[in-house]
């Protein structure tokens, strides 16, 4: 596993992404300065809790943001920069070389189109394909997500199908175009385990044939499963961000080391004495100053209480952003 | 049978619902919970644990007697509240509560904090002179971390987790002895949740307070069970003891189940064994005979597909309703 991508192959490149929402309340950055970059066949991991603005990271990358949403930055998408693109060539990417798997495959499908008209109408919008040439190709992107009886559900309504078919539907949908880059919202918590795994084994393989992925979770366990690298959010920025591995087993930023011993873990014995993280989780639209952590931190002192902490390279190919992660041990 | 230890005991419990429709406006019914028995004693914590259909809040619901059971009977303490008055049925709700999953839903956005903590009092203890309400409500508050404040506060002015500690005090305010936890902390954030695990697992050892904790989560069943049960298409596949069960899982499917959950350690995931399931969960319209399980299961035999497994009894209090388990190859760890 390498630290940092393989230049010569970046498929994706953010800089310094900062997407603002403009409330009657005040405006709420939800993104803050996030940056990462992408090769080819490389799974991130957006992880953290409910409003860390891990979802709005994905959407302001897809173009897919409300009106009242402002967005800076850059985000380098192969040689190209997204924000700012004209919508209808925002369109030709979206859905070829863009893709997107949501939480719920129930919201991307439309109940009124049988599974082969909605992978057919891809085909045909992005590639002119005749409806017959269309259909062969959506038999065989059933196929290549392991979909029983392929024939039989193209032919199906999304409703017939159970909800771990139905995010097969959505996923061959999603790589119909053999897209560079697929972005994905929680694509298995709605799923049961045991169809979990075979959701994560499939989109282990789209990772295995080359195509990007950005998977947002909330759940740790499925980052340690799939992800090359990890990034940690909390209130808006990057906390911490570094190969997996290195993450989870010497987390720097109390906070991901708050996260990891919170934590049951089915595969530890002594999981009954998890330590939960004290506090409330914050408030963006009333943050404190310094660092967004500082209020739950066990570690916050002055300093921390009054700026707020620049996300710096550390060794072993991490960044951190904490006044007390020092180059190597980390905090403890 | 009943031993004096058994808060709870239930016996062949079966919840049917009557689907109408079908050809020909055929009588279907789910059959939700089928020939489920354990028993709760008190101080206790019973994890439920089973992925969505399985049958495990519907189990919840007719252990608090609020659906009639299609078949089965639960005693309560001794006695049968089905068999009970109204009247009676009515006060055995203060010995025994719910926490719902959805703490914002679970309350009145109405009524203060303070109004709905102290409605159990006002309904069980009307004749409670008003400074007692007032000081029952301000201590459970406290019990449970919120602050004295939160009494004349709305429930919008509260995080998810603070939501879920005002649904915990109106559940402990009655001073019950068996809570029914139905996915208690699943929509909580992890930072949360595994507060709010602390503070049911602290409520329960200091209180006695036996929980029957219902959650698809197994890690979370894992932390706060002294026994768990797992559930499938509505009957029993396996119960025992808390690290028995996860320590020596011996139900194909507990097996699977254990396995599919991801572990927060990319080391372990990487070399993890897997029990992969096939195909998806069957309806519960029309469940498969014999072992409801046969059709996913990977060692599955003619015998399973005829014959229904009894619950078999191992050493300690393990119990397996599987033809195969003593065949089965025996792995110690599922990761």
Known sequence: MEAE????????????????????RGTVTAVDGVSFSLAAGETLGIVGESGCGKSQTLFSIMGLLPSNARVGGSIGFEGQELIGLPPGEMNRLRGIRLALVFQDPMTALNPYLTVERQLCEVLEYHKGLSRADARAEALEALRRVHMPEPERQLRRYPHELSGGMRQRVVIAMAMIGKPALLLADEPT??????????????????????????LVTHDLGVVARLCDRVAVMYAGRVVEQGPTRAVFHAPRHPYTQGLLAALPRLDDLASAGRKPIEGQPPDLLALPPGCAFSPRCPLADGPCREMSPELLSRDGGCAVACHHADGRGGVS | MTTPDDLLRVEGLSVDFPVSGGLWGRKRAVHAVRDVSFTLSAGE?????????????????????LIRPTAGRIWWNGSEPAAESLERQRLLRREMTVIFQDPLASLDPRMTIGAQVGEPLDIFEPALPEDEKRRRVAAVLERVGLSADAVGRYPHQFSGGQCQRVGIARALISNPRMIVCDEAVSALDVSIQAQIVALLGDLSREMGVALLFISHNLAVVRQISDRVMVLYLGKVMEIAGRDSLYGAPRHPYTRALLSAVPV????????????????????????PKGCVFHTRCPHAVDRCRTEVPDLSGLEGRHHVACHLWRELEFSPSPA
Request: glycine share 8%.
């Open chain 1, 5 to 24: 991508p393989r230049q010569d192959r970046i498929v994706l490149n953010v800089s310094n992404l900062t997407t603002r929402f403009l409330t009657p």
């Open chain 1, 189 to 214: 918590t709605a799923l049961d385990v045991t169809i979990q795994a075979e959701i994560l084994d499939l989109l282990a393989e789209q990772s295995d044939s080359g195509t990007a992925i950005v």
């Open chain 2, 45 to 65: 914590t019973l994890g439920v644990v089973g992925e969505s259909g399985c049958g495990k809040s519907t189990l919840g619901r007719a252990v608090l007697n």
């Open chain 2, 264 to 287: 927060p350690d990319p080391d372990v995931e990487r070399n993890r064994r897997r029990f992969h399931l096939i195909g998806d969960l069957p309806s519960p319209l029309d469940p």
